[in-house]
Structures are given as C-alpha cells and as structure tokens.
C-alpha cells in the first residue's frame, strides 16, 4: 500500500494438471487469501475510503479528535467509530475522505 500499511497474509495454491499441462487454480487463491493489518496501525474497515489508514490527529466541523469517534450526524446509520483517512496541511479532514475505524485503532 502506497499510504505504509503493513500487512501479514497467508495464501494457499492449488495446481491442477490437466492434459500435459499445470495450471493454477485462481478460486483457490482468491478463496485462500487473508490478510491482517500488523499492529499499531489504525485502518479503516468500510465508508468511503476503506481499507485507509487513519489519519490523526484531524479536525471535523471545528472539532480536533485524536482518534476514531462517534458518528457526529444523525442522518447516516453508523457502523461503529470512524475517523478522517486524509487532511489538509491544517489537519482539517479533506471533503468525503473518512472511514468506518477497523477493530485494530
């Protein structure tokens, strides 16, 4: 990921022969594939920039937070906490740019 995110993932492969010829099988691959985010870093898990990295500290509707927080509007259903994935050179959150916090912030 270009923003730093490490990840640790584990992948399994299947080859298939078939004729004279091995091939891999993709849907095992894609099935297989997990990743977790390393720890230490706070990533969103859904919203508009998912699978983002958190960008603290940032400031919302006049408001600094230095982590993930509540949903501060009543006309969005929430899925937990979130927090801005980009900001200004003021820290204040860029337009649209947030996201649903992931269990590791």
Known sequence: FEDGIELSCSIAAVYVKK?????LVDSVIRESTQCIVNQGTCLTKDGPHFYAKCSFPYIFNGREYQGCTDWPMKDVVTKGLW????????????DGHWGWCSGNC
């Open 19 to 23: 004729d004279d010829n091995i091939e």
């Open 83 to 94: 927090c801005a994935t980009e900001t200004d050179d003021k820290k204040i959150m860029k």
